[in-house]
C-alpha cells in the first residue's frame, strides 16, 4: 500500500540512551518531515527535508539530528535521549497534492 | 497569539446530528488543511483546500480566504467520526508548498 511507513511504533528508552526513527515513503514525493505531537498543543515541526540531499530546522530541533537518506527515507535521531522527548512522533510528506502521515511513533524516556 | 485558533475544543453530539468545527488563522496561507486522529492512530489527510468548498461523502469543508476561517461540516454524524479533528495552515511562501502550522484540535465525541 501508497504511504509513509515508520518503525517502530513504541519505544522506551532510558534517559542518555540514543535511537533512530525510521520514516520511508514511496509516493515519489520531494518533502518529508518530522513533526512531536505533546498533550495540549498542536502538532510541531522538528525537522524538513525540501529534497534529496538537503535538511532545514524547524520549530523544536534541539537534541535531534536528521538523514535524508535518499528521496524515499528521512530518518529522526536522538543522540542521548531526555525525559522532555517522551511524545508521539509523526512522519509526513508532501507534493503540491497534499500531505500523507505515518502512523507515528510513542517514545517513552524513563 | 496562536496562529491557527480552533473551536470548540471539545464537542459531543448524538448521533445524527449535524456537527461543525471552526478554524481561524491569521496569517497569509497557501492552503488549509483538515485532518482526523483517531484515538492512538494516525493521522489522515480529509481536505485541503485553498478556495470555496469541497465535499466527501458526509463531511464538507469551507473556506473563506478574506475573514480567514474555515469550517468542517459533518452531516448525519455516527460513532465512528469521533476523533479529534486538526486544522492546519501552509504558509504563502510565494506559491511554493510551505511548511504546515497546526490547531490543537477538536476533539469530537458522537454518541449512539
Known amino acids: 500500500n501508497a504511504g509513509v511507513t515508520q518503525t517502530p511504533k513504541f519505544q522506551v528508552l532510558k534517559t542518555g540512551q540514543s535511537m533512530t526513527l525510521q520514516c520511508a515513503q514511496d509516493?515519489?514525493?520531494?518533502?518529508m518531515y518530522w513533526y512531536r505531537q505533546d498533550p495540549g498543543m498542536g502538532l510541531r515541526l522538528i525537522y524538513y527535508s525540501a529534497s534529496e540531499g538537503t535538511t532545514d530546522k524547524g520549530e523544536v530541533p534541539n537534541g535531534y539530528n536528521v538523514s535524508r537518506l535518499n528521496k524515499r527515507e528521512f530518518s529522526l535521531r536522538l543522540e542521548s535521549a531526555a525525559p522532555s522527548q517522551t511524545s508521539v512522533y509523526f512522519c509526513?510528506?508532501?507534493?503540491?497534492?497534499?500531505?500523507?502521515f505515518g502512523s507515528g511513533t510513542r517514545l517513552t524516556v524513563v | 497569539k496562536n496562529e491557527v485558533e480552533q473551536s470548540p475544543q471539545n464537542l459531543t453530539a448524538q448521533e445524527g446530528e449535524f456537527i461543525t468545527i471552526n478554524c481561524s488563522y491569521s496569517?497569509?496561507?497557501?492552503?488549509l488543511h483538515w485532518l482526523q486522529q483517531h484515538p492512538g492512530g494516525g493521522i489522515v489527510s480529509l481536505f485541503m483546500l485553498s478556495s470555496g468548498k469541497k465535499k466527501h461523502g458526509r463531511l464538507i469543508a469551507t473556506i473563506n480566504i478574506q475573514e480567514k476561517h474555515s469550517s468542517l461540516h459533518i452531516t448525519a454524524s455516527h460513532p465512528r467520526d469521533s476523533a479529534v479533528y486538526i486544522c492546519?495552515?501552509?504558509?504563502?511562501?510565494?506559491?511554493?508548498?510551505?511548511?504546515?502550522?497546526f490547531g490543537k484540535g477538536t476533539k469530537l465525541s458522537v454518541k449512539p
Open positions: 509516493m515519489n514525493h520531494n518533502s
Open positions: 492546519a495552515v501552509g504558509l504563502d511562501y510565494g506559491g511554493s508548498q510551505g511548511n504546515l502550522i
Open positions: 496569517v497569509g496561507i497557501s492552503a
Open positions: 509526513a510528506s508532501s507534493e503540491v497534492a497534499g500531505y500523507t
